[in-house]
């Protein structure tokens, strides 16, 4: 499964998306806003804190759809993990590949065949068995129906055929061998329940869901709660809390007041303010990890159809690459990220995070350094490509003056507060700057549709990069001129960065894909399609005095929500209400490390951002 992440929203938008664009997760509000809408039924209401084996996490992100081949956003795809199991996980220790349903596999004809054995004894939650008839199924649905391909069809695009010679081997034929291992990131289904739908692309799959992963969604009222149970089924053991229960509420404030009251155990999307402002709570733990995701500005450079079809009412001037580049030039990125973010994260640069520092684009790289802040700079090249400063300060070429709308969150008060340093820094090299403040679902849909000129954005990002660099290719472009029809990440386009994706993807040598996927970066970087202005850490606080046995990824210093998989909760129990300590466990007590290590940080050197991815990844819920 994909790990990009619209901050709350973004997995991308609709049952059939296209334009991927991420709105960030929204964070304080209104503190006089209602805090939970509460279902009518007292029965389905969310539970109590004195229900000592269900936890509650806060939440205000938006679902789609709970259907594994189309969903997109951020909350539904990070509960899928835990409902359906892949045919190999990402690694909790460092995101490399890891038993999932295949116990183990191997790889000939030089890299074209891919051979999964799958695990003894394996089972649905309803007691049928698993067995490679599922798999098989589930990858024939991506490849033959491309309603089904929506979310993860990059993933099996290299797929020839995929086989099923007994109940538990899997062979995967390739067109071309690849580096990445073809099972990650896609969760199988059972074939004897997705068959008998009449149409699997538009079934919302929000209840009583028969998996395979730890937990299973039991029931989902919209805007008020989703409950997840635990599957004891589940092939790595049964969880040791009965429940998850994800709980609405207007604005992160009113979530930061239910966790410090006791109504929710969990709470992620932390403001810098409200980060602070927990560590010393009693009965709270906050928790700064390294993050997988990147925020941008997303740049409407001419959005097209993937058969070259123009549509929205993005600004032309944007389709110059020197404009692009000049408002990369005026953007103070260090700024940003001191001022709004507290520091607590790195400086962006292109898509793929610093958590995995194999991949993203180094600082230092040529193509960064060019471009770095330098509103003179900028100035000179609004010059040279003919746009002349107005008697206001306003550019003009060919009687049309430089002005651009930004579109922002008006919920969001880092978006807001981005915007207030943004605007100035435009009006500075001569660009005209219309804040457009709306709410988060208008945001999406006008991403969709291509209304826009620029608006916030931002992906989580999964341990390899292949999925979101597959999503920038030109294949990846939206069908129809609504915008829907593929998943893209802001609708760029460019042959050569084409090329070298499918080199990278067919490079064994890992060294030699590195440097692949970095001039790939460097490429998207210099078009500036979008503009990457920081990867922030994942901020979080849990009710310590509740739960305990929190998982990080990766293990050394990462997040505990909105992971690439399903680590993060999997082996959460209650602390026992006699002594305050928890069950045995074979896995590390979070709650009693992490603030240590956070305060460490600080004293050694004041930045929380360990090494480092987003995403996703995603992106939180």
């Known amino acids: 499964m994909r790990s990009r992440h619209r901050t709350h929203l973004i997995r991308a938008m609709s049952l059939v998306a296209a334009a991927a664009l991420l709105v960030a997760p929204a964070t304080a509000a209104n503190a006089a806003a209602p805090t939970r809408v509460h279902s009518a039924d007292p029965s389905d209401s969310p539970s109590s804190g004195d229900d000592a084996k269900t936890m509650r996490i806060a939440t205000s992100g938006f679902v789609d759809t709970f259907n594994p081949f189309v969903s997109i956003y951020l909350l539904p795809t990070n509960l899928i993990r835990y409902m359906y199991e892949n045919l190999v996980q990402n690694s909790d220790v460092d995101g490399s590949p890891t038993k999932g349903l295949a116990d183990h596999w191997d790889v000939t004809d030089g890299g074209k065949t891919w051979t999964f054995t799958l695990q003894d004894d394996l089972e649905w939650s309803d007691g049928e068995p698993i067995t490679s008839a599922d798999v098989k199924y589930t990858f024939d649905q991506m490849m033959d129906v491309p309603e089904l391909s929506v979310a993860n069809g990059s993933l099996v695009s290299n797929f020839d055929s995929v086989e099923a010679p007994d109940d538990k081997t899997v062979v995967i034929n390739l067109i071309e061998a690849q580096a990445p291992n073809p099972a990650i990131e896609i969760p199988i289904v059972p074939e004897h329940i997705w ?56 604005n992160s404030d009113a979530q930061v007041q239910a966790l410090r009251s006791g109504d929710v155990d969990f709470v992620s999307g932390l403001t810098p303010t409200q980060y602070d402002a927990l560590k010393d709570a009693e009965g709270i733990t906050v928790h700064s990890g390294i993050g997988r995701r990147y925020s941008s500005f997303s740049i409407n450079s001419g959005l097209k159809t993937v058969d070259g079809r123009p549509f929205g009412t993005g600004n032309p001037a944007l389709q ?97 507060s981005i915007s207030q340093y943004f605007q100035p820094w435009m009006k500075e090299i001569g660009i005209d700057v219309q804040i457009v403040s709306t709410d988060s679902d208008t945001i999406s849909a006008v991403a969709v549709s291509g209304d826009y000129d620029i608006y916030l954005s931002g992906w989580s990002i999964g341990p390899d990069p292949d999925y979101q660099l597959g999503i920038n290719t030109c294949a990846a472009l939206p069908t129809e001129t609504d915008g829907t029809g593929a998943t893209n990440q802001d609708g760029w ?95 590390p007590n979070v709650g009693l490390i992490v603030t240590g290590v956070v305060i460490a940080l600080i004293v050694i050197g004041g930045v929380i951002y360990f090494v480092v991815r987003r995403r996703k990844s995603s992106d939180v819920e």
């Open 320 to 416: 110059d690459v020197e404009v692009r580049q000049a408002i990369r030039l005026g953007t103070d990125i260090d700024t940003l990220l001191e001022k709004v973010l507290g520091g607590l994260g790195d400086p962006g640069t292109s898509f793929i995070p610093a958590s995995y520092p194999q991949w993203t684009l180094p600082t230092d790289d040529p193509a960064v350094t060019e471009l770095a802040y330098d509103p003179e700079k900028a100035k000179e090249k609004l010059d040279a490509d003919g746009w002349t400063v107005g008697d206001d300060g306003i550019r003009v070429k060919d009687g049309q003056k430089l002005s651009i709308r930004l579109t922002v969150d008006a919920s969001d008060p880092t978006e807001l």
């Open 195 to 250: 068959s008998e739908i009449s149409n699997p692309a538009e079934y919302a799959n929000d209840k009583d869901v028969v998996g395979s992963g730890p937990f299973l969604l039991e029931s989902y009222k919209a805007n008020q709660f989703i409950t997840l149970k635990a599957n004891p089924t589940f092939w790595d053991g049964a969880p040791k809390i009965d429940k998850i229960q994800y709980v609405y509420y207007t």
């Open 493 to 587: 386009c460019n042959a050569e960065f084409d090329e070298m994706y499918q080199q990278q993807r067919t490079e064994l040598d890992p060294a030699e894909r590195e440097k692949i996927v970095h001039d790939m970066l460097a490429l998207n970087f210099t078009d500036t399609a979008q503009i990457t202005y920081w990867f922030a850490n994942g901020l979080e606080a849990y009710r310590s005095d509740r739960f305990t046995d929190f998982r990080m990824m990766p293990a050394d210093g990462g997040i505990i929500a909105n992971q690439s998989g399903y680590w993060g909760f999997k082996d959460v129990a209650p602390v026992s209400a006699e002594d305050g300590t928890a069950p045995a466990s074979d896995g």
